[in-house]
């Protein structure tokens, strides 16, 4: 009998893959109608699939060939905690940095909650300060 975490477990690997091969209408799918996301700079959730496809898309556009190393994932009741390694080249403009084509390398810690078999809230952590780093004029 499957568990409900290793469900949880095995929807994170999909959402994932969906990620990286670019079907990010096939990862929407996997969201809560309401979704919330706690993410860096905002003191808010932020609330709504929108936000999270936006940033998904604005990720894919600036990193096109981003890869998304997941490292370890764990689960626990109804959440599940990711590490990942992310890898890419630069070339489309982030935040306020046009494309450098660099090669960037960057960490994220990510704590998901479910409800049912849909992902219900997202915690994020990129180091988008290191990110930061590798694009800027001055690395």
């Not at 969201?31 to 929108?50: C, K, W, Y």
């Not at 890898?87 to 940095?97: L, P, S, V």
Request: charged share 25%; net charge negative; proline share 4%.
């Amino acid at each position: 009998m499957t568990t409900t975490v290793e469900k949880n477990l095995a929807l994170m690997r999909t959402a994932y893959q969906l990620i990286s091969s670019g079907d990010l209408d096939a990862a929407e799918e996997l969201l809560t109608e309401d979704f919330i996301a706690n993410v860096p700079g905002s003191l808010d959730p932020l609330r709504g699939r929108e936000i999270w496809r936006a940033g998904a898309e604005g990720m894919k556009e600036a990193f096109p060939d981003l890869k998304i190393n997941v490292q370890d994932m764990f689960g626990v009741g109804d959440k599940v905690t990711v590490l990942l390694s992310l890898q890419g080249t630069h070339k489309g403009a982030f935040q306020q940095f046009e494309a450098t084509g660099r090669q960037v390398s960057f960490r994220s810690v990510e704590v998901y909650r479910f409800e049912g078999d849909k992902i219900a809230e997202e915690w994020v952590a990129p180091d988008i300060f290191g990110l930061i780093q590798q694009i800027s004029p001055a690395a």
